[in-house]
């Protein structure tokens, strides 16, 4: 597929999509250059990925006191309170994250805030949005999801870790699934404060169900689990949940459901 050029039509045929492509002018979709268009060409499936930005600068929030940034986010404290003490923001608007489990939870918040203090409710009125991590999903298959801290993070911020990685050919659920080609993989605290019994800082699936299962491991995250209370949580056998689990024995060590290792 020849890249940097704009999508023209497509229309859906017995035999495939079929797609046509306009030129892009010099400055259009990244191209210093004229590109020129290829033919109408068809295609088995078509993906579109598009961008979402924030609409704040369309809101005329401003009128209302409320900062918006140059790219039109609404900034606001942990809370969701802008800077008009009255009004408050959640979701897309205040930022990234751009995910609906975000949104819900800033919602929440904000809700409780406002009602703590209409009804003099000191605890409701202290409600904060101080969730640790925010789990992310691809929907693909397989699909992808992750949460915390990556290898490529703890890398750039000096961070040691512990690797737990299990591969699903080593799953009992996922052989009879016929879906053995993934991996759940955790990474543990391996800082010399920790002395061996560091906490979980991030995971991550690629597998069938991957999004369904990545709950566990933030709620890990939250509850400052290690790899034990993760390892000594009894799993449902034969499960691809019970590959969270595995992972948090090969990180300890204990592990005696992987495969022997090829000389
Ligand atoms: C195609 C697509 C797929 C997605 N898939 C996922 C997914 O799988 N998982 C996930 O977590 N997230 C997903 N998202 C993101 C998710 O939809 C957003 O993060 C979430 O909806 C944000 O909630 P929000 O309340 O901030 O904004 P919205 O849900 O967009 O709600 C904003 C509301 O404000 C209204 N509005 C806008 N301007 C005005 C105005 N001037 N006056 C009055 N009302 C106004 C809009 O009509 C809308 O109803 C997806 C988004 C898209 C576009």
Redesign the pocket.
């Known amino acids: 597929m020849t890249p940097a050029l704009c999508f023209g039509h497509s229309r859906a045929l017995p035999e495939g999509i079929e797609v046509t492509f306009e030129s892009a002018e010099p400055g259009e979709n990244g191209s210093n250059a004229s590109v020129a268009a290829p033919a109408l060409q068809v295609y088995d499936m078509v993906l579109q990925a598009?961008g979402?930005t924030p609409?704040g600068k369309?809101?005329?929030a401003e009128k209302a006191g409320v900062a918006v940034t140059d790219r039109g986010f609404i900034i606001v404290d942990i809370q969701m309170r802008t800077n008009v003490p009255h009004i408050f923001a959640?979701?897309?608007?205040?930022g990234q994250?751009?995910?609906?489990?975000?949104?819900?939870h800033?919602?929440h918040v904000a809700a409780e805030v406002i009602a703590g203090e209409l009804q003099g409710n000191k605890e409701l009125a202290a409600a904060a949005f101080n969730a640790r991590v925010i789990p992310s999903?691809a929907?693909t298959d397989p699909e992808v999801a992750w949460v915390g801290l990556t290898e490529d993070q703890a890398k750039a911020q000096g961070i040691k870790v512990k690797k737990g990685l299990f591969p699903w050919s080593a799953s009992g659920r996922t052989i009879a699934n016929g879906r053995d080609e993934c991996v759940t993989k955790l990474l543990f605290d391996d800082s010399p404060e920790a002395h061996g019994h560091g906490k979980i800082l991030g995971g991550g699936m690629v597998g069938m169900h991957a999004g369904d299962m990545i709950g566990e491991i933030a709620l890990a995250i939250e509850m400052g689990a290690d790899a034990v209370d993760i390892g000594k949580t009894i799993h449902p056998h034969p499960t691809l949940g019970e590959s969270i689990g595995m992972a948090a024995e090969v990180a300890h060590g204990s592990c005696t459901d992987l495969p022997p290792s090829k000389k």
């Open positions: 598009v979402r609409n369309k809101l005329a959640i979701g897309d608007i205040i994250p751009m995910m609906a489990h975000k949104a819900v800033e919602a999903v929907y």
